[in-house]
Each structure stands twice: as structure tokens, then as C-alpha cells.
């Protein structure tokens, strides 16, 4: 079993910065992917960045590219997602997911794994 873990959320101004982790572990990790995804009352969960763990490529839903960059810690099966710029409609519960097999990064289906999420608000 697989375990994820988030931290870093919090109450942030708009324009402002916050920085996620989360943390995999369990008897044998690995992962094809691991990505963050981000709910709001009353929306549907959505795609919000994903890094392949092999070759480190990255992903991003056009919400927030150029504000948000995920990055990887292979040492210590981490992911961390800074977020830059925020506003107003970036707040959520922000949840990490692993996956182990190959599949389109942006589904929400192609992810095993998922963390119990952690709240971001931004003020205006």
C-alpha cells in the first residue's frame, strides 16, 4: 500500500505564494506519475499539474501555466507544487496522486493513489 501525504496549504492574498509537498511512501513505491489535482465547492475535481518520475517531464493545466511548477525529490519520493501569483479562483482542496502505469496524466482515472488533500484559500 502506498500512502501519500500532503502539506503546505494555507491562507494566502491573492498575488501571493504558497508551496505544496507531498510525501509517498509504503513498502515499495513506484510510480509512473504523480500530479496534483484541486476541487472547489461545488466543482468537479480537476487537473492541475502532473511530472513523470522517470525523466522528469512536467504537465500543466493552462489555468496556471506559468504561475505554478511542479518538481520531484527521487531521494525521498517527493513532489512539491509551487504556486505563484495566486488568485481568488485557485482555492481548493488541493490533493496529490500517484500512478503506477502508464496513462494519459491529466485523467483522473489513470491515478492509484491519492492524499487526503489540503486547503488552499486566497483572499481578494
Known amino acids: 500500500q502506498v500512502q501519500l501525504v500532503e502539506s503546505g496549504g494555507g491562507l494566502v492574498q491573492a498575488g501571493g505564494s504558497l508551496r505544496l509537498s507531498c510525501a509517498a511512501s509504503?513498502?515499495?513505491?513506484?510510480?509512473?506519475?504523480m500530479g496534483w489535482f484541486r476541487q472547489a465547492p461545488g466543482k468537479e475535481r480537476e487537473f492541475v499539474a502532473a511530472?513523470?518520475?522517470?525523466?522528469?517531464?512536467?504537465y500543466y493545466a493552462d489555468s496556471v501555466k506559468g504561475r505554478f511548477t511542479i518538481s520531484r525529490d527521487n531521494a525521498k519520493n517527493t513532489i512539491h507544487l509551487q504556486m505563484n501569483s495566486l488568485k481568488p479562483e485557485d482555492a481548493a482542496v488541493y490533493y496529490c496522486?500517484?500512478?503506477?502505469?502508464?496513462?494519459?496524466?491529466?485523467?483522473?482515472?489513470?491515478?492509484?493513489?491519492w492524499g487526503q488533500g489540503t486547503q488552499v484559500t486566497v483572499s481578494s
Open positions: 509504503g513498502r515499495t513505491f513506484s510510480s509512473y506519475a
Open positions: 496522486a500517484a500512478s503506477r502505469r502508464r496513462g494519459e496524466v491529466g485523467v483522473i482515472e489513470t491515478y492509484d493513489y
Open positions: 511530472i513523470k518520475w522517470s525523466g522528469g517531464r512536467t
